[in-house]
């Protein structure tokens, strides 16, 4: 302060010019810190802009400090075909000092799961964990964005997130496994991992009854589908979910011999992780919402918003 007050009566400028030098002078810029954990079962490469980090092991973290203006992407080849260039990986973004960041996933090839969490909490729509743990994830880009909107201290809209802190955790299966190699994925009632799409008895047979169940990891609760219009298949059975040939309000859910083009069977996932009944209005729905073993499942009007019909997948 006491060279502030030598400079004002050195030089004619006025105070607050002199305060504004004086100010500017002292910002220091911060660094981005990302804290890079491998949640998955065995080593990865981590990579940063093409950059390797090396390996890292099982439940390992390691630290990468980057400049505050640095944008880019961490990523990881494990299950990758293509080295450290990140084609077909799933991954991280960053956007500079606008506090932007985003997940990419690549529409060839599922690699990995990724979540990125802030260090500060969710408030307002802003700082919110990500996550993407399957192909199905709806919260995602497949590419980087050519432009991103002007900073505003709002929160952007999904699946572009923004938090000012300057540190987060990106971390490599935060569901601890790697995505499974046969397509099969299991299915979950209103988020909740722990409970499961289910063919009662394992019967891979015409009618048998579909409903949830406790996760086990079975085969009763492997199904295979795709994004956008699918079949809905208990994986390498033949057998699908089936509305029935009038699917209505409180229709309940069986397995049928898969038929291609079958009303009945063809099923669209959607973004807000609905299973609709393509053209007809009908959502898979989890009855009364009860997530009690052996609540078998039905059609009902699809509604925006009503958690009874978000299908989760992982």
């Not at 890079?36 to 090396?54: E, F, K, L, Q, W």
């Not at 390996?55 to 961490?74: E, H, Y």
């Not at 040939?245 to 038929?259: E, F, Y």
């Amino acid at each position: 302060m006491a060279t502030l007050l030598q400079g004002i009566r050195r030089h004619p400028l006025p105070l607050l010019a002199l305060l504004l030098l004086w100010s500017l002078s002292t910002v220091v810029t911060a660094d981005k810190t990302f804290n890079i954990v491998n949640g998955c079962p065995s080593a990865i490469t981590v990579y940063v802009n093409g950059d390797s980090r090396g390996s890292v092991a099982a439940g390992a973290t390691i630290v990468n400090t980057v400049a505050d203006d640095w944008t880019g992407f961490v990523y990881s080849n494990v299950n990758a075909p293509e080295g450290n260039t990140g084609a077909g990986t799933t991954k991280a973004g960053f956007v500079n000092q606008a506090g932007y960041y985003l997940i990419i996933k690549d529409q060839s090839n599922f690699n990995t799961g990724v979540s990125i969490v802030p260090s500060v909490s969710a408030s307002n729509g802003l700082c919110p964990r990500v996550t993407c743990n399957s192909r199905f994830c709806a919260n995602t880009y497949t590419e980087m964005p050519s432009s991103f909107p002007e900073p505003s201290g709002n929160a952007p809209a999904p699946p572009l997130y923004s938090c000012s802190t300057g540190s987060f955790t990106v971390r490599f299966c935060p569901n601890g496994a790697f995505p499974r190699s046969d397509d099969a994925v299991a299915i979950h009632p209103k988020g909740n991992t722990g409970k499961c799409l289910d063919a009662r008895g394992g019967a891979a047979a015409n009618g048998t009854v579909v409903q949830v169940y406790d996760c086990n990891g079975g085969n009763a609760q492997r199904w295979t589908l795709r994004p956008g219009d699918t079949q809905v298949e208990l994986a390498g059975t033949g057998f699908c979910l089936d509305a029935s040939s009038s699917p209505g309000n409180r229709t309940p859910m069986k397995l049928w011999k898969c038929i291609s083009g079958l009303r009945a069977q063809t099923w669209n996932y959607n973004a807000r992780s609905q299973l609709t009944l393509a053209t007809l209005g009908q959502c898979l729905d989890l009855t009364r919402g009860d997530l009690a073993n052996r609540n078998t499942v039905q059609t009902f009007q699809c509604s925006n918003g009503n958690s009874n019909q978000v299908w989760t997948v992982t």
